[in-house]
């Protein structure tokens, strides 16, 4: 891993990046993102079958930096290594994880826990997540447990964001996740494999609108993530991604940072671990360029 002081990164990362962080990366709203209550709650998953590929880093910094840019936000730990829930400071409580809810016990308002920053809440996890899998596959309507569970959350009008951070697999709640969701946000290492994941995401998202389960769901954007401009194979590689899925590619790219590496370990997102490193630029540009796609 490499890590990248704030004047080592402006020089090293490809023009790409380097227009991105010219833009204003302070977490004020800009002007031209319009906040409406009135907009429905919007379900978006973080995801990607493999692991390792800044899948939890994405939906944890994400959260806080929509937070920190005024939207009510609500992240929801699927993932049984609850790195999420420790990411944002939350103990690994047994009993605490939606677990019951998702067999169809209890509400899930109920399990919704405050966090240390401002509009910021979360639905931790635990070890016991790892039997849900098995549990919903004996149901009826076994792809709709995150849907039904989530469903008086979103009518509440609670939040205006639900992010939900999905294991690192294509396994059954992994899929209950995409039924549940109204975009998927991918994350994908700047490496060849990469590609290989985006095709292989497309294909299931595909099966699920053909068998009904969730006709509207689609990919909500793409970020690519460990991006090191030194490397030719980084920048070969956003550019093929770019090539193939077009708009749908953030403009930000997210480096590779000790500091984001770091942060987890405090139980703190990057912007209240290291405000000014690049890590936090970049969740911050993120952050904006998710809220206007969500505005628009």
């Given at each position: 891993?490499?890590?990248?002081?704030?004047?080592?990164?402006?020089?090293?990362?490809?023009?790409?990046?380097?227009?991105?962080?010219?833009?204003?990366?302070?977490?004020?709203?800009?002007?031209?993102?319009?906040?409406?209550?009135?907009v429905p709650t919007k379900v978006i998953a973080v995801a990607n079958q493999k692991g390792?590929?800044g899948k939890t880093t994405t939906a944890v910094n994400l959260a806080a930096c929509l937070?920190?840019?005024?939207?009510?936000?609500?992240?929801?730990?699927?993932?049984?290594?609850?790195?999420?829930t420790s990411g944002i400071g939350l103990d690994k409580i047994e009993g605490a994880s939606?677990?019951?809810?998702?067999?169809?016990?209890?509400?899930?308002?109920?399990?919704?826990?405050?966090?240390?920053?401002?509009?910021?809440?979360?639905?931790?996890?635990?070890?016991?997540?790892?039997?849900?899998?098995?549990?919903?596959?004996?149901?009826?309507?076994?792809?709709?447990?995150?849907?039904?569970?989530?469903?008086?959350?979103?009518?509440?009008?609670?939040?205006?964001?639900?992010?939900?951070?999905?294991?690192?697999?294509?396994?059954?709640?992994?899929?209950?996740?995409?039924?549940?969701?109204?975009?998927?946000?991918?994350?994908?290492?700047?490496?060849?494999?990469?590609?290989?994941?985006?095709?292989?995401?497309?294909?299931?998202?595909?099966?699920?609108?053909?068998?009904?389960?969730?006709?509207?769901?689609?990919?909500?954007?793409?970020?690519?993530?460990?991006?090191?401009?030194?490397?030719?194979?980084?920048?070969?590689?956003?550019?093929?991604?770019?090539?193939?899925?077009?708009?749908?590619?953030?403009?930000?790219?997210?480096?590779?940072?000790?500091?984001?590496?770091?942060?987890?370990?405090?139980?703190?997102?990057?912007?209240?671990?290291?405000?000014?490193?690049?890590?936090?630029?970049?969740?911050?540009?993120?952050?904006?360029?998710?809220?206007?796609?969500?505005?628009?």
């Open positions: 891993m490499c890590s990248f002081s704030r004047s080592t990164f402006r020089l090293q990362a490809t023009d790409l990046f380097l227009s991105s962080l010219n833009s204003r990366c302070a977490l004020e709203t800009p002007p031209r993102f319009s906040f409406n209550r009135a390792g590929v937070a920190a840019l005024g939207q009510r936000v609500l992240l929801f730990d699927l993932d049984p290594q609850a790195n999420a939606a677990y019951r809810v998702l067999l169809g016990e209890g509400s899930l308002l109920d399990k919704i826990k405050s966090t240390a920053y401002e509009r910021l809440e979360a639905v931790p996890s635990e070890v016991d997540m790892c039997a849900v899998d098995l549990e919903l596959a004996r149901m009826e309507n076994h792809l709709h447990g995150v849907a039904n569970a989530l469903k008086p959350v979103v009518d509440s009008g609670r939040f205006d964001v639900i992010l939900l951070d999905c294991p690192p697999s294509l396994g059954i709640l992994s899929l209950n996740a995409f039924v549940a969701s109204d975009g998927l946000l991918v994350t994908l290492q700047c490496e060849y494999y990469a590609l290989e994941g985006i095709s292989m995401m497309t294909r299931v998202l595909g099966q699920l609108g053909a068998a009904g389960a969730n006709p509207r769901l689609e990919i909500f954007g793409v970020v690519m993530t460990m991006f090191d401009g030194r490397t030719k194979l980084c920048n070969e590689v956003v550019g093929e991604v770019r090539n193939l899925l077009g708009a749908k590619v953030f403009e930000t790219v997210i480096p590779r940072s000790t500091k984001l590496a770091e942060a987890p370990s405090f139980g703190k997102p990057i912007i209240h671990y290291d405000k000014y490193s690049s890590g936090s630029a970049a969740y911050e540009l993120l952050a904006q360029e998710v809220l206007a796609r969500l505005n628009s």
